[in-house]
């Protein structure tokens, strides 16, 4: 006696149901990318549709009021730039040593504790290091500068967003260099090498590329930081480089803008969409570069 | 040829190794007072919020509360500030009041605020820090007693349990975060409620079924990138897809919701949804990519279909870690504000949120429309939100800590 198996691949509707339904929800990613795209791209058209706006009046001028027929996105760039320098140079340098020490010095006992500390850093949210600003690092500054310093301003927001990317470049960094084969800090310790000698020397600039896709993110995170600019660095746009005074960065001006009440189709609101695509241009850039080096720089090690 | 210098000996060498000896440590001194910065930076910042949420008050009455009642204020009964509040509030503010809560199922101390903030009006002078009134207690009652002959001068916690259930109010005295706690809340519901089930779905398709390929591999750079994108081009892509194209939508209107735009906490949620997703995605990802192979083997061994396998073996597995990535979504969501500034979150409004159409704050909103306010008390109570959110947030990412450890399996 003998019984027959049919083995051909039954078709199971409910199966292919639910893989169309989870594949739909794996595309909603490529959809989101496409909507952001196509909707800060169709606002800012308007935008430059505008017969008045020029490229030129728009990446070349210095005054930036639409309302009246300026256009120059410096006056806030100017301000996201200033901004963003000053927290790049706390949080890098501080960042890398952080790194370094967690990585090559601490015990695990005190790494225990020192990351949390770190994490928790990482973890408050943006308006509380706006408060943080304002109301207590800008009073400081005030007694150190006096009658220089606006009580609103560059400085003191540059500051903060420093300390809020910190734990950032750190944890990213600390990956770096303990992705460093072993191998390489035994060879400089067998050639009587000083512990720090093979940390700066050989194993920090084996993981410079991971510290450069830190140091990138880093950017395109103070870059796109809104609520503590929004807080303490001052509202109206200054064509300005003095981290002294008040100015308002291309977030903030977003912020400050759309918080108020504003009609669809004003030259207010498509400006805001202009704004808001370059935003997503300029981080979308650092953000592709900093991956695209970190994995080369992970396939070298593995 | 290049000369190289010969290398030191004897004497010279233990010179220079000393030396040697003496740079690496200060730098490794260096290296960790990087690390006390950091420490010194968040100590700094917990102080002072702590700092500002506790200190003296000066204030006098503008009306004194003789002219309403015999009975001291502190002694006032529940019955008396009743009778008081109907004879001298006028009739239309009464019945608004009224409507809001039932006047006679309110507490006494609620009462008494009203009292207080309707009739009695409260008018602030000063305020002072927590260190201040601690430290300069003489000067500051000085001080007070030179300038304002009248104020009273009193030691308050501006976070109290009855600063959590209230509203808001236009004098910081009097305000809460009632509002803001219940807007938060529903913002975050809603998000959750759309990011986790496709999130969810989007990592199952990305670990179990997606073919090897350019597409699954744009999938995944994109989920990355988009997890960098800052908050406030959500919050432009919000104000742009669901508050105004999706309008009819997120109004309600076309349930017969009538009253609203589309500035509504649903497409709050909706905004706050999409920014959150790429990190459940992730995070999910990461959890199903934890669950071992083996698993997966034996199900298909003993002839169970691809779903039956997810479903059955590879999601319980997964569960805890996605659960852990929820809980650091919703923490996210709490902590954002600017996309909700661009959608539109309301900074005053006294009404609870009470469905998905429903005008909304939240409390960062909170916190950054009372830290912008020049006038002291305000800061006063930004500090007292700031705690509340920091609690908040503390206690989820504990429970997040506290879930990994539990479930983390080895395997």
Known sequence: ?302 | MKTQTPYPQGDAFHASLRTRYRVATIWQILFLSALLIAIVALTALLYKVVDGAFGYIAYEYKDDPAEFTPTPVNELTKEELLVILKEELSSGAYNKLNNEQPMQERSQADLLNLFLERLVRIDTKGTWSMTDSLLHKAEIQAEVKEKYSNAKLEFRSWLTPQFLVTPMSSKAEFAGVRTAILGSLWMVGLAILFALPIGTGAAIYLQEYAPKGWFTSLIQTNINNLAGVPSIVYGMLGLAVFVRTLEAFTSGSMFGVTDSNGRTVLSAGLTMGTLVLPLIIINAQEAIKAVPDSLRQAAYGVGATRWQTVWHHVLPNALPGILTGSILAISRALGESAPLIVVGASTFISIDPDGPFSKFTALPIQIYQWTTLAQSEFHAIAAGAIIVLLILLLTLNASAILLRNRYQRKY
Do not use: C
């Open chain 1, 1 to 302: 006696m003998s019984q027959s198996f049919d083995l051909k691949k039954k078709t199971r509707i409910g199966e292919s149901a639910i893989q169309s339904l989870l594949f739909l929800a794996g595309i909603l990613s490529i959809v989101t990318t496409v909507a952001i795209v196509y909707e800060l791209g169709k606002e800012a058209m308007l935008f430059f549709g505008n017969p008045d706006v020029t490229f030129a009046k728009f990446f070349g001028g210095t005054q930036w009021q639409p309302g009246i027929g300026n256009y120059g996105i410096w006056a806030l760039v100017s301000a996201t730039l200033t901004t963003s320098a000053i927290a790049i140079f706390i949080a890098l340098p501080l960042g890398l040593a952080a790194a370094v020490y967690l990585s090559e010095y601490a015990s695990p006992k005190a790494r225990g504790i020192l990351k949390p500390i770190l994490e928790i850093l990482a973890g408050i949210p943006t308006v509380v290091y706006g408060y943080f600003a304002l109301l207590f690092v800008t009073p400081i500054l005030k007694s150190f500068f006096g009658d220089h310093i606006q009580v609103y301003n560059m400085l003191s927001a540059g500051l903060v967003m420093g300390i809020m990317i910190l734990p950032l470049i750190s944890s990213m960094s600390e990956d770096a260099l303990s992705a460093v084969p072993r191998s390489l800090r035994e060879a400089a310790y067998a050639m009587g090498a000083t512990k720090l000698e093979s940390s700066l020397q050989v194993v920090l600039p084996a993981a410079l590329s991971g510290i450069g896709a830190a140091l990138i993110l880093g950017i395109s995170r103070a870059v796109g930081e809104t609520m503590i600019v929004a807080v303490a660095s001052g509202a109206g746009p200054n064509f300005s480089f003095n981290p002294l005074e008040a100015a308002e960065t291309m977030t903030g001006h977003i912020a400050r803008i759309s918080g108020g009440d504003l009609s669809y189709n004003s030259i207010d609101y498509t400006s805001l969409f202009a704004i808001a695509l370059m935003l997503f241009l300029v981080t979308l850039v650092l953000n592709l570069i900093s991956q695209w080096i970190v994995g080369r720089f992970r396939e070298r090690y593995e």
